[in-house]
């Protein structure tokens, strides 16, 4: 716990909002590019960790330091450069794509089966399928911060997380991380993969 900020000492429930801030944050740096809004308050952040453990303190300070030494207009354009344009893009965001090499594959059919016994659905505004990466991160934040009961509890949470995000979430970072363009989004993936970790080091102590 060293090296956080005190309201993130003060008590279990400071920490599952931390916890569901951070997936919200990944939810939006994932689903499009950043808003000018969304920079401003990464470059304005402290750099010490944004969720309890020291361990995601390093790529936390990676990010905002990317904030802040690059443009709004780079930031958007990298995101644009990997993940829009026709055709292929330059690194993938689906589980459908990690899990069977393919788009649109049985991961997602199994993903909306197990999305409708938690009473979920796809919003028909959104322009991506419900295996995108950051579909499965604002899940998680749903699963930790509704005060449905029945649906957001940890047992729910650790299924989810060990059957739709943990199985290759690791592989998307791996791409971020390589990629020569990948500025921002190599230290997106990195503070994904950390914060990936912690959440599979806490599920696996509920075991």
């Not at 644009?80 to 090499?101: D, I, Q």
Request: proline residues 4%; hydrophobic residues 45%; aromatic residues 10%.
């Amino acid at each position: 716990m060293t090296n956080t900020p005190d309201s993130l000492r003060s008590s279990a429930l400071d920490e599952e909002t931390a916890r569901s801030e951070l997936y919200g944050l990944l939810a939006l740096v994932f689903y499009a590019p950043p808003t000018s809004e969304l920079i401003a308050d990464l470059r304005a952040a402290a750099t010490d960790a944004p969720a309890a453990g020291a361990f995601l303190e390093e790529p936390w300070r990676a990010l905002v330091g990317a904030a802040r030494e690059m443009t709004d207009e780079a930031i958007r354009s990298e995101f644009n450069t990997l993940f829009g344009g026709m055709g292929k893009p330059e690194v993938y965001l689906y589980g459908s794509h990690f899990l069977s090499g393919f788009l649109n594959e049985k991961p997602l059919a199994k993903l909306r089966t197990d999305l409708a016994s938690l009473g979920l659905a796809r919003d028909d505004s959104m322009s991506e399928t419900e295996d995108h990466v950051a579909y499965l991160c604002e899940v998680m934040r749903y699963l930790i911060a509704s005060d449905d009961v029945a649906v957001a509890n940890l047992t729910r949470q650790r299924e989810f997380f060990a059957t739709h995000l943990q199985p290759w979430v690791n592989t998307l970072c791996d791409d971020l991380e390589a990629h020569p363009r990948a500025r921002f989004y190599g230290a997106v993936g990195g503070l994904t993969r950390a914060f990936m970790a912690v959440e599979a080091q806490g599920f696996d102590m509920l075991v």
